[in-house]
């Protein structure tokens, strides 16, 4: 069973940073490619950051440059880290971690694995 743990998040002001993490057993990683998504009141989940097959991060337009995505092997367990830096209203959302099957394309999204979801406020 796929368990994913989400932490961080929280109430920033702009321009401020917060981290999320997520961590999940080690086979999970070797199962599933690993990312962020977010979503706001009203609209679907967007991309924020994903591993690739090839294990390079992959970042949604809006936040290269200011989110690093990584992650920290610690033997049993993984946490994958999304570093969040000059924080902007805008990057208000619900973050959630996801886990989606290597074996599947990445539009094919129907047995992908989530976080709880965690809120990210940035207001002053």
């Known amino acids: 069973q796929v368990q994913l743990v989400e932490s961080g998040g929280g109430l920033v002001q702009p321009g401020g940073s917060l981290k999320l993490s997520c961590t999940t057993h080690t086979e999970t990683v070797g199962l599933y490619i690993m990312g962020w998504y977010r979503q706001t009141t009203g609209n679907g989940r967007e991309l924020v950051a994903t591993?690739?097959?090839?294990?390079?991060?992959?970042?949604a337009d809006a936040v290269k440059g200011r989110f690093t995505l990584s992650s920290e092997d610690h033997g049993a367990t993984v946490t994958v880290n999304l570093q969040m830096d000059s924080l902007r209203p805008a990057d208000t959302a619900v973050y959630y971690c996801?886990?989606?099957?290597?074996?599947?394309?990445?539009?094919?999204?129907?047995?992908?694995?989530w976080g709880q979801g965690t809120q990210v406020t940035v207001s002053s």
């Open positions: 996801n886990a989606h099957p290597r074996t599947l394309a990445a539009d094919q999204m129907e047995y992908d694995r």
């Open positions: 591993f690739t097959p090839e294990d390079r991060p992959l970042y």
